[in-house]
Every structure is written in C-alpha cells, then in structure tokens.
C-alpha cells in the first residue's frame, strides 16, 4: 500500500529531478506533512528513495516506478487507474471464495466494465494496461497460428488494435475487423491508419454481447472468456457462432488451467471479473452447446495457448 500511494501521489516522478523535503512536497500535494514524512521513510527502507542533504530523492531503483518506465507498474499500483484499483477487490476475496462471484462489484457497488464506461480515466488506463501486456507477446502470436488459411478475420474485443495489425501486416491477403466499445474502437482506427491498413482493416464500436459482422472465415476471442463467468461466455460463443461463415473457425487466445495459468492471476480473475483460467475440458464444455468442437491445442509461449474450435459437423 506504501507504494500504491507513492504512485499516486506521483513520488517517484516529483522526486527524481530535484530533491525535496517531506514539508515541501506536502505544500505541494496537500497533505499531512507529517504523514507523508512516514511514508517517505519507509519508501527509503525499500530503496524506492534516499535522503540527501536537501531532502528525499528518487532512488535509481526508484525510477521503474515513473510514468515513462513503460513496465506497466504504474498502471497496477496506481490507485486512480484501472489496475490499482481492481486489486484492492482482494480484500472482498472471502465473498468470492464463499460465492464464486466478483468481489468486485462488493466494494464497489458496481462491476468492473460498468466502472470502466461511468470513469474515462479508468477506460483509458485498462486499455493502455492491456496494451502494454500484451505487447511483447504479439510477434509469437503472428508468428505461431496459420493466419494465410483465412481471407477475413474478426477480432472481437480487440482493444487497440496492436495484434490485428501485426497480423494484417504479415498477410497481405487478409482482411479484418475489430470489434470493441467506444472510445477503444476509435484508438483502434487510429492504429490502422498509423500502419498504412485504412484499406484492409475496419474498427467497429460495439459489444460482443451483441450480433457480430457476418461472415468471416475467424472470429478470434484474445484475453476474452477468462474475464467471464460461464453465463456470458456462453453469450460470447454464441455470437461469435452466429456470425460465424457455415466452416468459420472460433481462435481462443489465453492461458489454460492447469497447463498455462498462474494461481495468483486466477485468484484476480475471479475476485475482479468472476472469472478464471478454465481447464481444456472446461473449454469443451462450454462450447459444445454451440455446436463447437475442440479442434487444435497449440502453445504459443509461455502464458498462452490458441484453442482452435470448429462446427462440430466439419470434423465428422
């Protein structure tokens, strides 16, 4: 919680050009003087700071947690973004360990995504959040599926744009769509255009809760269904099934429990969205109402696989 608050207080960024006094910096911030003296002190036993003769400085250590260190700690710590915020859910964990359900909403008194569309600054942080998790992991994911077997493809949920452009970039031949709510949808536009792919790539605002475009050959679920319970990711499947081409394919990227998926990160799951990590048999069932059969089970790295599922009629 110490560097929670130093986060969002701005500490490591206010002190890391010029040192300052804790009476100084509360002037500054509007705080208690005294307390935020307490809070600096025990920041120097973590060697986020050091004091100097003019003060409290931020420590090179300290520097990873500045805005421009781009390692996604800033997002997580800090207590007005996205990610700061939904981990102190943990302290409602008891609810969902005794409900199965997000203990989210309990602290909250809505959930998570309706939080999202009330507070602008906690849309902007989660889509930067997911953007900068994802990130490294794109070029094994372009590299890892046989994009050249679809002409059309539809990301659902699609954030930013990032992975539907990597893709589109290696494949020529490829046409796609992204799908997700405003104002995201209108970030993803703008990375098209940034790739020169106005021509081939096209960013719908909407909810994959509703229809989907027709059609097209896939339809990929990326870090999708584990932020579900199986009551909206059955509505998920559904639409992506509806819209589906008649030997259309649904690509499933995230982790697999028991083989991927990590126990903390389960644990934040369900406490922040009621959902999880699910086991392969898990993923079998929840698609067989749709008609869906498991088709490939393929590792891309380290923390994710891509499930392949098709019309359970094409394979017999």
């Excluded at 207590?79 to 360990?97: M, P, Q, T």
């Excluded at 009330?118 to 900068?132: A, H, K, V």
């Excluded at 070029?139 to 077997?149: C, K, L, N, Q, T």
């Excluded at 605002?205 to 269904?225: Q, R």
Aim: glycine share 6%.
């Amino acid at each position: 919680m110490a560097l929670r608050v130093a986060v969002t207080l701005g500490l490591p960024d206010r002190l890391r050009e010029r040192a300052a006094t804790a009476t100084e910096l509360a002037t500054e911030l509007a705080v208690s003087p005294i307390a935020l003296d307490l809070l600096l002190e025990h920041l120097v036993s973590l060697e986020v700071v050091e004091r100097t003769h003019e003060g409290y400085r931020t420590t090179a250590y300290g520097t990873n947690l500045c805005a421009d260190a781009d390692n996604m700690l800033i997002n997580l710590l800090h207590l007005d973004c996205a990610g700061g915020r939904a981990e102190l859910a943990f302290v409602e964990l008891a609810h969902s360990i005794t409900t199965g359900q997000a203990a989210y909403p309990r602290r909250y008194g809505q959930d998570f995504w309706a939080d999202l569309a009330e507070y602008p600054q906690l849309r902007e942080s989660f889509d930067r959040q997911m953007t900068q998790r994802f990130r490294d992991q794109v070029p094994s994911i372009v590299a890892g599926i046989d994009w050249a077997r679809f002409s059309t493809l539809v990301d659902v949920g699609g954030g930013h744009g990032t992975l539907l452009a990597a893709i589109l970039n290696a494949h020529p031949q490829l046409r796609g769509q992204l799908i997700d709510l405003d104002p995201t949808a209108a970030e993803a536009a703008r990375t098209f255009t940034a790739h020169y792919l106005d021509d081939r790539a096209q960013a719908l605002t909407g909810s994959f809760f509703d229809p989907l475009p027709a059609g097209a050959d896939a339809y990929l679920l990326c870090d999708i269904l584990h932020d579900w319970d199986d009551d909206h990711a059955h509505t998920i499947l559904r639409r992506c099934t509806e819209a589906a081409h008649p030997t259309g394919r649904i690509l499933v990227i995230e982790a697999v429990g028991g083989h991927h998926a990590d126990s903390e990160f389960n644990l934040a799951m369900l406490a922040i969205f009621g959902g999880r990590d699910r086991t392969l048999d898990e993923f079998r069932d929840l698609a067989a109402p749709h008609g869906l059969t498991l088709a490939t089970v393929t590792d891309l790295n380290d923390h994710r696989c891509l499930l392949e599922f098709e019309p359970t009629t094409s394979s017999l």
